[in-house]
Every structure is written in C-alpha cells, then in structure tokens.
C-alpha cells in the first residue's frame, strides 16, 4: 500500500455513493505508464496510473497517481465542474519527494475577489480549514502568480512525517471533498449568458494557467519523454481547451 492509494480509494468510495458516477474516457495509452529509473540498486519502477469520471454537474473528475517508491509518491486530484455551474474546482496536490511533503488542498474559486462567491463557497469551509491549521501549518514560499487560483481557505502545508500524512491530512482531505459535495448537491445551473461567459473565461484562465505551468511537467517528461507529457498534459491532466476546440 502507497501512502496516497488510501486517499483515491476513499475518494472514488464516496464519489460513487454521493453521485452518479460516469465513465470518462482516458485516452489510449495513458491510463497506465511505467518507467524504470536510477541506476544499479538505486533503480525504481515510477508507475503513473490515472482515473476519471463525470457526473451530472461535473465535466471530469480525475486523479494521476504517481508511484515510484517511498520517496517519490503523488496524487494530483481535480474535479472540473461543468461550465454552467459557477462551482469552484476541487483541487488537491499531495506530493512527497526526497525532501518532504508538500500539500495543496483547496476548493479554487472561479472568482477569487468576489465577496458573494466567497460568502458562498469559502465562508462555509472556514472552520474546516481552522481546525486543520494547528496541525498543519502555512507551508511558505508558494508561486505569487498562483495566488488568484486559491481560496483562503486554502491548506498549504508541508508536513515532515508521513504520520501527519496518513492523520490530519487524510481527515482534512475527506472533510474537504465532503464539503465540495455538499456544494454539488445545492448548485443551480446558470443560465444568465453574461455569467455563463464570465465562467467559460475563469474555467480557461485557470485551466491556461495550470497547464502552462504544472509543476510536474520536469518530473513526467524525465520519466516518460517531452512527447508523452505534452499529450497527458493538454489531452487529459488539462483537457478543457481539446474538448472545447472538439465541440465547436
Ligand atoms: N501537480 C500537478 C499535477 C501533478 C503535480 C497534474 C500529477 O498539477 C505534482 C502530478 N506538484 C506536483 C509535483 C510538485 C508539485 C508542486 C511533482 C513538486 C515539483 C518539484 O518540486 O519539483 C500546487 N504543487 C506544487 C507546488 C504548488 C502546487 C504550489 C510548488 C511549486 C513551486 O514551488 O513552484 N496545485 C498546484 C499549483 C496549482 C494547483 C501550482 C495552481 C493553480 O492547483
């Protein structure tokens, strides 16, 4: 067992008992990829597996799953709503390298400086995220320009022990997702053009934005070639922009 298996396991557990969980579809030759790494004794096999869903409100909801020994495991968990529903993403980024672990969990708003969206989708998430903070503590240095895509409620933290993984982040994880499907089950469509538009842009923006600059772009294309990342990245990871050009 890998330290986040656990945290899709869970996930995918209540996804189906809270939703109507569909088949989304991955394309060939990415739903599982495996690699050997390092050299001698030092070699390891990083096996990168991915799932995805949709579900009535929601476009895709997806997980890459990066295995490659105890040092180096990673679950990258978004769910895209579909565009006429002002939802936030859930996003979660659960990474442990040689150095440590690095968390992000939150519920990133389409709309980061809108007071009403923020009554709406980061007041109820508050105390959550306060009853975590004790525990899990500001994570420090984290990219300016990524500020606009999160809530403030968001949990950036960087735990030394994988206790604190499997305790406080795990609940933290569940309380979060439960709460993000709370807000599913209260979503109203948007029909209102001008919103339905201002929503197709923050979807993009955001999409644009993670895309351009995954963090694990370095990592993917040591292990798997520049050709096989560009085409998880654009055709799966971040597939709003192909899916959009497809319809259209
Ligand atoms: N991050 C992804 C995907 C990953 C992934 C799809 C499947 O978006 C992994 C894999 N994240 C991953 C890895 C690292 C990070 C780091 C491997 C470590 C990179 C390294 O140190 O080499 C949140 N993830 C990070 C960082 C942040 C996030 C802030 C630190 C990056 C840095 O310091 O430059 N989640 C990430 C993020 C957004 C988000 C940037 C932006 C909207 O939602």
Same mark, same amino acid.
């Given at each position: 067992?890998?330290?986040?298996?656990?945290?899709?396991?869970?996930?995918?557990?209540?996804l189906?008992?809270?939703?109507?969980?569909?088949?989304?579809?991955?394309?060939?030759?990415?739903?599982?990829?495996s690699?050997?790494?390092?050299?001698?004794?030092?070699?390891? +096999?990083?096996?990168?597996?991915?799932?995805?869903?949709?579900?009535?409100?929601?476009?895709?909801?997806?997980?890459?799953?990066?295995?490659?020994?105890?040092?180096?495991?990673?679950?990258?968990?978004?769910?895209?709503p579909?565009?006429?529903?002002?939802?936030?993403?859930?996003?979660?980024?659960l990474?442990t390298?040689?150095?440590?672990?690095?968390?992000?969990?939150d519920?990133q708003?389409l709309f980061?400086?809108?007071?009403?969206?923020?009554q709406?989708?980061?007041q109820?998430?508050?105390?959550i995220?306060?009853?975590y903070?004790?525990?899990l503590?500001w994570?420090?240095?984290?990219? +300016?320009?990524?500020?606009?895509?999160?809530?403030?409620?968001?949990?950036?933290?960087r735990?030394?022990?994988?206790?604190a993984?499997?305790?406080?982040?795990?609940?933290?994880?569940?309380?979060?997702?439960?709460?993000?499907?709370?807000?599913?089950?209260?979503?109203?469509?948007?029909t209102?053009?001008h919103?339905?538009?201002?929503?197709?842009q923050?979807?993009?923006?955001?999409?644009?934005?993670?895309?351009?600059?995954?963090?694990?772009?370095?990592?993917?294309?040591?292990?798997y070639g520049?050709?096989?990342? +560009?085409?998880?990245?654009?055709?799966?990871?971040?597939?709003?922009?192909?899916?959009?050009?497809?319809?259209?």
């Open positions: 067992m890998t330290l986040y298996q656990p945290f899709l396991d869970y996930a995918i557990a209540l189906r008992d809270r939703l109507d969980l569909q088949p989304y579809p991955i394309p060939t030759g990415f739903e599982s990829k690699a050997l790494v390092g050299k001698g004794k030092h070699q390891e +096999e990083v096996l990168t597996t991915s799932t995805a869903f949709s579900a009535p409100k929601l476009r895709q909801i997806r997980a890459a799953h990066v295995q490659g020994g105890k040092s180096l495991q990673v679950l990258n968990f978004v769910i895209f579909h565009l006429n529903y002002d939802l936030p993403f859930f996003g979660a980024d990474v390298l040689p150095g440590g672990h690095l968390i992000a969990l519920m708003p980061r400086d809108n007071a009403a969206y923020q709406k989708y980061t109820p998430i508050l105390p995220f306060t009853a903070q004790q525990h503590p994570g420090g240095d984290f990219p +300016e320009e990524a500020r606009p895509f999160f809530s403030p409620a968001f949990l950036w933290t735990p030394q022990q994988d206790e993984v499997e305790t406080h982040v795990f609940a933290a994880f569940k309380d979060y997702l439960q709460a993000y499907l709370n807000f599913v089950d209260q979503a109203q469509p948007v209102d053009s919103s339905l538009a201002d929503i197709e923050a979807q993009l923006r955001y999409l644009r934005y993670r895309s351009e600059k995954d963090p694990a772009r370095g990592m993917f294309t040591r292990f520049t050709e096989w990342t +560009e085409e998880y990245i654009h055709g799966f990871l971040f597939d709003l922009e192909r899916k959009l050009a497809a319809v259209n």
